[in-house]
Nanobody, 123 residues
């Protein structure tokens, strides 16, 4: 059983930056591909980014490509999401997730989820 805890959310002005962290415990972190998703009320969970087990491969949703960067530190059991040039439409609850067999963009492929952290971007 893997536990995931996100942190780093908050309120930021448009154009600003935030870095989200997701700390994992209870499992072998390096055995999981990791992903970030986001969700606003009344909408489906949206894929943001994913990173492979060793960190060598990353993939991004079109809406964040070029602005967000996913990374991981397997020694610290932590995955990060660096968010730059934030826009009001990035406002959402952000979730990290772990996939034993590689989840890519499909939330149904992820096995464990954190509780989420709120990101609010003001205009």
């Amino acid at each position: 059983q893997v536990q995931l805890v996100e942190s780093g959310g908050g309120l930021v002005q448009a154009g600003g930056s935030l870095r989200l962290s997701c700390a994992a415990s209870g499992g072998t972190f390096s055995a999981y591909a990791m992903g970030w998703f986001r969700q606003t009320p009344g909408t489906e969970r949206e894929f943001v980014a994913t990173i492979s087990w060793g960190g060598g491969r990353t993939y991004y949703g079109d809406s964040v490509k070029g602005r967000f960067t996913i990374s991981r530190d397997n020694a610290k059991n932590t995955v990060y999401l660096q968010m730059n040039s934030l826009k009001p439409e990035d406002t959402a609850v952000y979730y990290c997730a772990a996939a034993a067999y590689g989840g890519v963009t499909n939330p149904g492929r992820y096995d464990y989820w954190g509780q989420g952290t709120q990101v609010t971007v003001s205009s």
